[in-house]
């Protein structure tokens, strides 16, 4: 079973019991007890002295440190450097958490994917993917969208939109900024750690039929230009990243391929879609 992660009363993430066992193992040797477990209820919360941002990011920082070098939990090994938030439930930020440990804490994550698309002169619509390097830590050689990332600290999903397709695609910003916000997806990832929950913003980007994409970071191994139907055909084999193939369902919706006159499951398609998370969110404007 899971236990449930609280701030201040709210629900912000969830943590296998494995996990909960070797974090509490941890803080058996800490000087300070970060964390204060309820077994019967099944939650973990911060300690009473940990009662803002400033003092939970340290604290958890310097646990998590610990834990890496100790290598209590496998996720850390893939260290990113990059702090991602966790927003309470008056949408401030209660604590900056290593995103490498965003799966053990099963807090909600944010980032952006962009359609990158093309129209024919014929008016046939194709759809660039890429093709995730085979040295990717997660879902080596599967496909994904022609750009993608996780929004960290202080970045907007604009900006972030704007980076990725930079970094992944070679698409400069003057061609970035035409991308169009097309809403967001929203679902749950099943990990070996428990449950996910994640929001990603979605942009089309319609790109010139003779513009071609170019890796640049290494998180790419190629780019593919398919017509709907390929990508049809390469999600029934399985070949796509499961949120990226989430974001490709909900691009053929939103294109009017997939109807509810083709499709029987259409509802329950757009609900997976759309999953509504019980999480705190930040606000905008």
Partial sequence: G??????????????????????????????????????????????????????RSAAVAELLAQMRSEK???????WRDELYPIYDSSAGVAVMIERAASSNFGIRTYGVHINGFTHSATGEL?????????????????????????????????????K???????????????????GTIQYFTRTEMGLQPETQFVFDLELPSDFVPVPTDGEVESFLHLTLDEAVERLKLGQ?????AACVVDFLVRHGVVTP?????????????HRPLPHPAPRFC
């Fill in 126 to 162: 194709r759809m660039w993917v890429g093709r995730r390097s085979l040295s990717k830590p997660t879902w080596p050689g599967y496909l994904d969208q022609i750009a993608a990332g996780g929004i960290g600290d202080g970045m907007g999903a604009w900006e972030c939109m704007v």
């Fill in 240 to 244: 796509f990243k499961p949120n990226c």
């Fill in 164 to 182: 990725e397709c930079g970094e992944e695609a070679g698409i400069p910003p003057e061609l970035a900024r035409h991308g169009r916000f097309a």
């Fill in 2 to 55: 899971l236990y449930t992660f609280l701030i201040n009363g709210s629900t912000v993430g969830h943590m296998s019991a494995n996990d909960v066992t070797a974090l509490r193992g941890i803080l058996k040797e800490h000087p300070r007890p970060v964390f204060k477990f309820d077994d019967t209820q099944r939650t973990l919360s911060f300690s009473d002295e940990f009662n803002d941002c400033t003092t």
């Fill in 261 to 273: 006159d083709n499709e029987p499951d259409y509802l329950a398609i757009l609900d997976c879609l």
């Fill in 72 to 78: 209590t939990w496998a996720p850390l090994s893939k």
